[in-house]
Nanobody, 115 residues
């Protein structure tokens, strides 16, 4: 499985971005998927997670009400709509695919929120 993130960039506080994670390869094996982020000097943290059918989602408290995770299995793509962005959201955002075997990670996309 290969994962490629896109959609990161520089945005002012209060702005919005939509991240995409395109999956290829053995996508039929993918169960849940998630978005993680890692800020400089900090550990990677879970931002949001979605089940295989999209029926159940989880959000970190820090993004609840501002971010929305979704997936389009027909397009093998997962999204993260980020609204009301804050400077503390600045990080490299990674997507992760969870399979019966090892998990797979994308290469990351930088999100920078200026104050």
């Amino acid at each position: 499985v290969q994962l490629v993130e896109s959609g990161g960039g520089l945005v002012q506080a209060g702005g919005s971005l939509r991240l995409s994670c395109a999956a290829s390869g053995s996508t039929f094996s993918i169960n849940a998927m998630g978005w993680y982020r890692q800020a400089p000097g900090k550990q990677r943290e879970l931002v949001a997670r979605i089940t295989s059918g999209g029926g159940s989602t989880y959000y970190a408290d820090s993004v609840k009400g501002r971010f929305t995770i979704s997936r389009d299995n027909a397009k093998n793509t997962m999204y993260l709509q980020m609204n009301s962005l804050k400077p503390e959201d600045t990080a490299v955002y990674y997507c992760k695919a969870m399979l019966p075997g090892p998990d797979y990670w994308g290469q990351g996309t930088q999100v920078t929120v200026s104050s």
